[in-house]
């Protein structure tokens, strides 16, 4: 009877160990799928944060220009070339050293031998349009900038490497006021 007995809580014993073993593993396999699930939710938080590294890879680049002079005569851009590495991110400061009023400049990088024409399309659009025509020959566009001021422009460098333009597209300054941009 009681060799009955003691295998039956044995027997109990086993069953109630079996019972426990399985749900465990069930517990550990629904905390295994949370983190998964969690991963995945964390991978797709990142992704957009992972996309800046392939903005800092581009080479930033800083120029400076000046605008001098302060009269029709002797007005002139200091640098008459700008040299800048293809599809770089150009960061350009200008600097107008006029003193007064219609020493109003501004910096416009056109494609090759447009800057002309660029000009004349500007004096047409006039102060409302900024002095800058809607062109596919425009690359890049300053803002105006008044006697004594500096302003800042950034823009993408042209794939292509060869001999660029760019000019001062307040009326008439075209004529003293342009100069090149080399894309190596
Ligand atoms: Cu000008």
């Not at 003193?99 to 047409?124: C, G, I, L, R, S």
């Not at 008439?172 to 006021?177: A, C, L, Q």
Request: charged share 20%.
């Amino acid at each position: 009877m009681k060799r009955y007995f003691l295998r039956g809580c044995l027997f109990s014993c086993y069953l109630l160990l079996w019972n426990c073993s399985p749900s465990e593993t069930a517990d550990e396999e629904a905390v295994a799928t949370e983190v998964i699930a969690q991963d995945t939710t964390d991978d797709s938080i990142s992704a957009p944060v992972v996309e800046v590294p392939d903005n800092t890879l581009q080479p930033v680049q800083e120029i400076t220009l000046h605008a001098i002079g302060n009269t029709q005569e002797d007005m002139a851009y200091k640098e008459d070339t700008l040299e800048v590495t293809a599809q770089s991110l150009v960061n350009l400061t200008f600097i107008n050293e006029g003193v007064d009023m219609p020493m109003m400049h501004n910096v416009v990088f056109t494609t090759p031998d447009k800057y002309k024409q660029v000009a004349m399309a500007a004096a047409e659009v006039g102060a409302s349009g900024n002095y800058v025509p809607k062109s596919p020959a425009v690359i890049a566009a300053s803002p105006m900038a008044l006697p004594g001021q500096t302003v800042e422009l950034e823009f993408t460098a042209p794939a292509k490497p060869g001999y660029y333009d760019f000019v001062c597209t307040y009326p008439d300054h075209w004529r003293k006021m342009h100069g090149t941009l080399l894309v190596k």
